[in-house]
């Protein structure tokens, strides 16, 4: 990894500033980037992503948003699309299909049609062709507006494993599995740090209690 790439993926607000330039994809990242441009919009993050399972092949995948705020966000005209290493970008969910509400704290489920998991998806890709990649991939939420809300890449997900946010602990990240799993997913540091593997997924969708919330 380059100094560039460090500082990209890093700090890439900071990047950006210095360069006057978009900061380049690294593999080496996996991370969650907001872009500038989207600061006035509302804050939505990726929260959970699993690429594929041993059991049931590539296309067992599903992504996981989180609502860290204190109101619901209407996600109708919204899409979700996968990126590869050279920033070709697919439809998940078209912007013409995607519909629902993330509650205040809640979780929302995106999954491909043959996703297998315990709980139900909210909404399924719109197209089911455009798999994600088990290395080098991205995943992109844009608005109504098309501003880039959220982005999570990385270098790789195991088959059978997801790459999870950390949770906000009195404004510092931290796991959220163990002691963290009932905190929530707010960890929102633009660096590569913000994730971390984790062996079991543990997909949730708007039916999931609130989090966070103290041990069930």
């Given at each position: 990894q380059s100094l560039g790439e460090a500082a990209a993926c890093g700090n890439p607000r900071r990047y950006l500033a210095q360069q006057k330039r978009s900061p380049p994809f690294s593999p080496a990242c996996a991370s969650s980037r907001t872009e500038p441009q989207a600061q006035a919009s509302i804050k939505i993050l990726i929260s959970e992503i699993q690429a594929g399972t041993e059991t049931n092949g590539s296309e067992d995948e599903f992504v996981e948003l989180y609502n860290p705020n204190a109101?619901?966000?209407?996600l109708v005209g919204?899409?979700?699309?996968?990126k590869t290493s050279t920033g070709t970008e697919s439809n998940l969910v078209s912007s013409a299909s995607f519909s629902g509400t993330i509650a205040p704290k809640s979780?929302?489920?995106?999954?491909?049609a043959?996703?297998?998991?315990?709980?139900?998806?909210?909404?399924?890709?719109?197209?089911n062709s455009?798999?994600?990649a088990y290395t080098n991939n991205s995943v992109v939420l844009y608005d109504t507006s098309n501003n880039v809300i959220d982005e999570a890449n990385w270098t790789d997900i195991p088959k059978s494993q997801s790459l999870e946010r950390k949770a906000l602990i009195d404004g510092a990240c931290a796991t959220s599995q163990n002691s963290g799993e009932y905190l929530?997913?707010?960890?929102?540091?633009?660096?590569?740090?913000?994730?971390?593997?984790?062996?079991?997924?543990?997909?949730?969708?708007?039916q999931s209690l609130l989090e966070p919330r103290s041990a069930p």
């Open positions: 109101q619901s966000v209407d919204w899409s979700l699309k996968k979780f929302f489920l995106i999954a491909h043959n996703y297998q998991g315990a709980k139900t998806k909210d909404l399924t890709y719109s197209a455009n798999n994600l929530g997913n707010g960890c929102d540091t633009d660096s590569m740090s913000d994730f971390e593997l984790r062996a079991v997924p543990n997909p949730q969708n708007t």
